[in-house]
């Protein structure tokens, strides 16, 4: 088979407006670098959280956008029958470029299906990983597929490693950790780990309305992961939890934290050395709930003296703050990331990155 390069990108993300799309960029960045008139270039990536086949969640819209950002036809491969997509890929000429349905349309993909595994790397000779926001997970396309080929980390996910390691390893005091965004259940689990690192952690978004459970606060409709209301009790505990003061409420759920909160958060990041900010306040895409977010990222913004980090970029770009945020001189690094860049800050293991890390030499047989 001539040289196939299967290449793991993030495209989790929301179609519109690409042009903002921190993940997006990056993918077309490494696909700039690897792709070349003497190789073929298959795109693996997932999008959102699928029970089986959900069309919204297909990745056939990207193959367009990102001919358009490559200058090069990307042609768009479904993934029901992997025999057929191989033969599709085999017979096309070198400089090709092919991207896969999303994966988690497979059965197997988010239980490390060897098997699965197996099927995706006959689709190539040699496999980059350089999806870091999924890297700690262990999924067939990360982390057992890299039995089956030559496997390295590509440019994006060594970025990450190295500015996420330099952050952690001089941990400047005080450490504020502040935590956003919808997917609770990952994150109230994370915040204990990073609690013995931490000086203080701001919460808002559903991680908020979990701890705000946990502490009596009655959230009627809001978004909260029950089963992480103990966990949340026991982190309260520690004295390091700041939960939102008021909130911004749209009928009966809370969207945003309120504007006293957000006073009170952004002078605790004022006094901040290390600033680690996952996720946004509230429902920021509607501008009646952006405020809470927008007072962080100002806040963040105009700490000269802390070192950031920013997960999930994506918040940051959609503020309209992407120009200050990619300036040098304000010592913050954007990560791709959100819940990987927590679990990394954490130490925690993280099977997709230990998968590629790992010494490859040695391969089984396809
Ligand atoms: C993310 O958005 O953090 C990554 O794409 C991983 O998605 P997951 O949390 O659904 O595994």
Do not use: C
Request: net charge positive; charged share 30%; hydrophobic share 40%.
């Amino acid at each position: 088979m001539a040289r196939t390069i299967l290449v793991r990108l993030n495209l989790d993300i929301k179609e519109k407006p690409i042009g903002a799309a921190l993940r997006f960029n990056a993918a077309v960045d490494e696909l700039r670098k690897i792709s070349k008139p003497n190789n073929k270039v298959v795109i693996l990536s997932h999008r959102g959280r699928p029970q089986g086949v959900e069309k919204k969640l297909s990745l056939r819209p990207f193959a367009p956008l990102l001919s358009k950002a490559l200058r090069k036809k990307v042609v768009f491969l479904d993934n029901a029958d992997l025999n057929k997509a191989r033969k599709a890929i085999e017979a096309a000429p070198n400089g090709s470029v092919f991207l896969l349905e999303n994966l988690r349309f497979l059965k197997g993909e988010t239980e490390n299906d060897p098997k699965l595994g197996r099927a995706l790397a006959s689709l190539g000779t040699e496999f980059i990983s350089d999806d870091f926001a999924t890297s700690h997970r262990a999924d067939s396309s990360l982390s057992a597929i890299t039995a089956f080929l030559p496997s390295q980390p590509g440019n994006l996910l060594r970025e990450e490693v190295k500015n996420l390691s330099m952050a952690m390893g001089d941990t400047k005091k005080p450490f504020v950790l502040v935590v956003g965004g919808a997917k609770a259940k990952d994150k109230v689990g994370v915040i204990s780990n990073l609690l013995k690192k931490a000086d203080l952690v701001l919460v808002g978004g559903a991680a908020a309305n979990t701890f705000l459970k946990a502490d009596g606060v009655d959230v009627r409709d809001s978004l909260y992961e029950p089963e992480m209301v103990e966990t949340a009790k026991k982190l309260m505990r520690s004295g390091k939890i700041e939960t939102p003061e008021d909130f911004l409420w749209d009928g009966s759920k809370i969207l945003d934290i309120g504007p006293k909160t957000a006073k009170t958060y952004a002078a605790y990041l004022r006094g901040a050395r290390l600033i680690v900010w996952n996720g946004p306040m509230g429902m920021f895409e509607r501008k009646k709930f952006s405020a809470g977010t927008a007072a962080v990222a100002r806040a963040v913004l105009r700490n000269g003296r802390a070192k950031s980090v920013i997960g999930g970029g994506e918040t940051v770009a959609a503020l309209g703050l992407r120009k200050q945020v990619q300036n040098p001189k304000t010592n913050i690094f954007v990560s791709t990331g959100g819940g990987a860049m927590l679990e990394f800050l954490a130490g925690e293991r993280m099977a997709g990155l230990e998968a590629v890390f790992k010494d490859g030499k040695k391969k089984r047989k396809k």
